[in-house]
């Protein structure tokens, strides 16, 4: 069985451009979560959807922050317009019933 | 507010037995989680806590208090591959949301 898939696993642009991070759930898991860990710190809860709704979003930094998951199967977070705080790395997760859930490897987002 | 407390690093020898404690204060509290992380990887699950005890899985085993918002992840005949952050993590009533630790470094030396 695929696990969760993460593209890009890394993506350095510019202060002001757009980024636009996909994570494929593993096949079947209608939760899906976006973590963020930014370089010595704990790794942040950002959103939470189950199938194509947001459960809670209360994680998102702020409106610069878009995230995505039309027909409740992958999920695209999109950062606009990226600033330099926003490096780090994101993390996605699946899970069947909302309790163990699998990571995936992430994306490393620099922000220069 | 809601805050959890982990070591930052802890140093065990192979084949010994350490404990990893956490301590939480969420606003609403559901269960508990223990991840694996090794570096540069995503981090693995190990257990997850809702009733106080222990709970054995193999060579690591987890325990909760809820009245005195503990937990702590005991692993025995240490390896030289346990070597790995360890991340405590709790889920928040409801169910949507997990808080992280910082995750304790554990370095496990011949």
């Known amino acids: 069985e695929a696990g969760v898939t993460q593209f890009p696993s890394h993506s350095v642009i510019e202060k002001g451009q757009t980024v636009t991070l996909r994570c494929d759930p593993i096949?079947?898991?209608?939760?899906l979560y976006w973590y963020r860990r930014v370089m010595g710190k704990e790794i942040k809860f950002l959103l939470h959807?189950?199938?194509?709704?947001?459960?809670?979003e209360s994680g998102m930094p702020n409106n610069r922050f878009l995230a995505e998951r039309t027909g409740g199967t992958y999920s695209t977070l999109k950062v606009q317009p990226a600033e330099l705080e926003d490096s780090g790395v994101y993390f996605c997760?699946?899970?069947?019933?909302?309790?163990?859930?699998?990571f995936g490897p992430g994306t490393r987002l620099t922000v220069l | 507010g809601q805050n959890i407390d982990q070591p930052t690093e802890m140093t065990a020898t192979e084949g010994a037995i350490v404990q990893i404690n956490c301590t939480y204060q969420?606003?609403?509290?559901?269960?508990l989680f223990w991840y694996q992380q090794h570096a540069g990887e995503a981090p693995t699950f190990l257990s997850y806590?809702?009733?106080?005890g222990l709970e054995e899985k193999g060579r690591f085993s987890s325990f909760l208090s809820r009245s005195k918002g503990y937990s702590y992840l005991l692993l025995k005949e240490l390896q030289m591959k346990d070597s790995a952050s360890y991340l405590c993590?709790?889920?928040?009533?409801?169910?949507?949301?997990?808080?992280f630790g910082a995750g304790t470094r554990l370095f496990v030396k011949a």
């Open positions: 959807f189950v199938k194509e709704s947001k459960q809670d």
């Open positions: 096949s079947g898991h209608d939760n």
């Open positions: 997760a699946s899970s069947p019933k909302g309790i163990e859930q699998f």
């Open positions: 993590a709790a889920l928040n009533t409801g169910g949507f949301k997990t808080i």
């Open positions: 969420t606003s609403g509290f559901n269960g």
């Open positions: 806590n809702v009733l106080d």
